[in-house]
């Protein structure tokens, strides 16, 4: 694991531990395994489900995924146009 990411995770993890400061940090790992749906052992969880469980933790439930929310669309017909070339018309 890298420096930066090792620093993203201790701070995300330090927002999230704070909020049970009684949990052992195995107890932290394991709760945020359980809801991001890790069936397996613990020590197979990625560092990538980690970091991004511990990131949509702090996210408001209706909040996009991070990554997705560049390619949400409100007007579809518009998006298919675009990809086709074709310049949206301006609506009057």
């Given at each position: ?53 511990l990131k949509m933790r702090l996210?408001?439930t209706d909040a996009p995924i ?27």
């Amino acid at each position: 694991m890298q420096c930066h990411r090792i620093n993203e995770l201790l701070d995300l993890l330090n927002q999230s531990w704070q909020k049970t400061p009684d949990s052992s940090l195995m107890q932290v790992l394991i709760q945020i395994a359980d809801e991001a749906g890790h069936g397996q052992d613990i020590t197979t969880l990625s560092d990538d489900t980690l970091i991004y469980q511990l990131k949509m933790r702090l996210e408001d439930t209706d909040a996009p995924i991070p990554g997705l929310a560049k390619d949400c669309e409100d007007d579809f017909k518009a998006a298919i146009l675009r990809a086709r070339g074709i310049p949206p018309q301006q609506s009057s």
